[in-house]
């Protein structure tokens, strides 16, 4: 055999197993997430939440989005949390930050075609420890629970979770925030379910 016909063969022999390798690279399971992660916040933490990453945008600006589920004990509530790079967004987060927020939202929640929530929101910088992103800023929310219920029910799994929050600069556009519902809802429903079973304290919706 000839030293060219070797690397004609070679050539041929690499670019083949690339093409084999390629479609699985791309394949849809890949991109969207198989189960939530369940998690601590910090070391010794009594709090245990459930997560999933997604994608932030605005301004055609993009950043790492991560949605968090957590049910807080005394009384007994579910609560929502999106995080996401606001600097690396250009989108400025003051209004809603603290207890004594400016702003509020309503921060307005689609689960595939079913009709948008609405909830009141305020936020703080974080950083916790397992999300290894660097400082955040944390949008919270006292949860719906017939959402979570939806969430965790097997006909709404791999539909579309959209967040869209106003901005508060004059005819800015506002922060929209994208997830994909796992097809594995056993991580969420673990954490939700003392929640779900306690029917008090459901948030109303802003008027």
Known sequence: MTLNCQLLCSLTLAISQLTEVQPTLDSASDAEPHAWTVETPYPHSTIINARITGTATHAQKTSIAILQVACYSSPSRPMISLLTHTDKLHFNPNIYEGSDARSSGPLSLTTGTLPARTYR???????????????????????????????????????????????????????????????????????????????????????
């Open 121 to 207: 929101v305020n936020g703080y910088y974080s950083a916790e420890p397992t999300q290894q992103h660097g400082v955040l800023f944390k949008f919270t929310m006292p949860a719906n629970r017939q959402e979570l219920r939806e969430w965790i029910a097997n006909n709404t799994h791999g539909q579309l979770i959209t967040m869209t929050l106003p901005s508060a600069i004059p005819g800015d556009s506002p922060l929209t925030a994208e997830f994909v519902l796992p097809q594995n809802s056993t991580g969420l429903h673990e954490i939700v379910k003392s929640c779900l079973n306690n029917r008090k304290n459901t948030p109303k919706k802003p008027s």
